[in-house]
């Protein structure tokens, strides 16, 4: 089972910027791993973010961030990142990556192609 952990979350005021980070170790290498960022807020079901195929840049969006955020990885350095900008109130919540042991052009919108999760990070973006 691969082990995933998050960094990166803060507080930020409306219109800044973060970047996620998600660390793998343990499990298969990291190519075998489609990865994928959700995430929930206070009161809202959990939502699907932003995915990520293991080679090939295959990428997917939700609409809600689309032009906002990018998703990307170093499979290197078994790290996945969310480069979140012009942030909106809305986007509070726990963020979440998640692997899904897949062929290697594979990216899922679907939280349950995804066998591993992260603990989550929090992110408060101000007004």
């Known amino acids: 089972q691969v082990q995933l952990v998050e960094s990166g979350g803060g507080l930020v005021q409306a219109g800044g910027s973060l970047r996620l980070s998600c660390a793998a170790s343990?499990?298969?290498?990291?190519?075998?791993?489609?990865m994928g960022w959700f995430r929930q807020a206070p009161g809202k079901e959990h939502e699907f973010v932003a995915a990520?195929?293991?080679?090939?840049?295959?990428?997917y969006y939700a609409d809600s961030v689309k032009g906002r955020f990018t998703i990307s990885r170093v499979n290197a350095k078994n790290t996945v990142y969310l480069q979140m900008n012009s942030l909106k109130p809305e986007d509070t919540a726990v963020y979440s990556c998640a692997a899904a042991i897949a062929s290697r052009f594979y990216a899922a919108r679907d939280a349950t192609a995804y066998s591993s999760w992260g603990q989550g990070t929090q992110v408060t973006v101000s007004s």
């Open positions: 343990g499990g298969r290498t990291f190519v075998s791993y489609a």
């Open positions: 990520i195929s293991a080679i090939g840049g295959i990428t």
